[in-house]
């Protein structure tokens, strides 16, 4: 068994999650791992859970909140989520 380094809840089925600089974290859900590890969107705030978007290393929810934040590198960003092509 291993303590979630989050809750500290020593649990039987936790985990470990090696990032890609090396560390390594262990949880016992993935709520704990996503509140430790998920990056937060530079405009709501939101936790970022699914792709998000990069512009200029400056990470966002959406393409809205990119294109919505002071920096004009987020304009040309399109958010296709749910749009089929043609």
Not at 19 to 44: M, N, R, W, Y
Request: contains cysteine.
């Amino acid at each position: 068994m291993a303590m979630c380094e989050v809750c500290g809840n020593d649990y039987w089925l936790s985990f470990e999650v090696r990032t890609i600089t090396g560390d390594v974290h262990t949880f016992d859900s993935f709520e704990c791992a996503i509140s430790k590890l998920a990056p937060i969107c530079e405009h709501c705030r939101c936790t970022i859970v699914g792709h998000g978007v990069e512009v200029a290393g400056r990470f966002f929810c959406c393409a809205h909140c990119a294109r919505t934040a002071d920096s004009t590198d987020g304009a040309q960003i399109r958010d296709t989520a749910g749009v089929r092509p043609g």
